[in-house]
């Protein structure tokens, strides 16, 4: 949808003028202790032999045995466990795989946003009787339901619990292609904060800097919508306050629970608006180098963000707002805006891009599977391969 709205201008841009429609396939149960709440969950939606599609990292924490002693002996429930950081083509094939064997009859996805992509992407293979998933990558290649699937996220970052996308790795093309549906949506999340309190402060500051960078994308989407945008802005508000609280003490629950609420609130945002250029070259590094997805958000946020600048000066000054700044002017708060997500990103001990020694000679291959992303075009200023260049360039001499 277009959205001809000015964002320039100043703090009053409302933003009404886009026709819209909104749903949420998603029931979210939320809460500390809702965990137990899973056996109940899984009965409402008539599993009795659920696949639960985790990773190593999430079995090792002791989530995955107290999951399953939730369960009560008349639900008998399988495990795909070889879920890895930006899941694989092949580990989508391997869970449906899986499925099938086990004669499953729902999908659990419990972890962060790799597991629960793996899940959902598996969900399509399945309902489509498919073998390879770059065969419906992109928006609404598959049109059919995927089996039951349950959520139960383990970070607050991804938003992948309540969101219509799995982002997979194609390994023969080093590409993370989109998978984005309404189908693909999980049917119940149970969002119980209390299993996050065990994920390390390294990993709460990336997967806290992509929810926040989910937040910004998409209330500045050239795509944007009023409901989008008023779940975006407290999502700011929440991750903002709470990431730094987060990352100083794993086991303060009240900033664990901000955060898992502001990251389900972003993944709301972006499902219903979108992500942009932020993404889009998180998604081309990632793809070619296995990096850390949250960790590329963060380096590249604040300097896609000034690339943005002359279309977002007033929806800057408001995320500013949101972040309980209070500037002088709209240009003072977009400006203000910027330099907070940069100081949070050093708060919060994050690289910058020249740490990761990317080869100038890989510039244009990552500029060009940029281009190539899907939510390149909500980016709300135009962006061309060439302008993905020039902001790659002139980020590695800063
Ligand atoms: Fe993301």
Redesign the pocket.
Known sequence: MQNDTNYNEGYGAENLNPVFSFALPTKIIFGSGTVRELPEALKELGIRKPLIVTDEGVAAAGILERIQRELPREIRAGVYDEVSPNPKDYQVAAVAAAYKNFGADGLVALGGGSPVDCAKAAGVLIAESGKDIRNFQGKNASTKPIPPLVTVPTTAG?GSEITFSAVITDTENRFKMTIKNAWTAAKIAVCDPDLTLSVPPAVTASTGM?AL??AIEAYTAACAEPIADAVALYAVELIYRHLPRAFADGNNVEARRGMLMGSLLAGMAFSHSD?ASV?CL?EALGGMYDLP?GVC?AVMLPHVMEYNMPCCVGRYARIARAMGLTPDSGVEGAREAVRAVRQLAADVRLPVFSDFHVPEEDFRAIAEASYKNLSTPSNPRPMTTEDYLSLLRSMSKK
Do not use: L, S
């Open positions: 991804t992509d960078t989910h992500v993404h998180a997805h958000n």
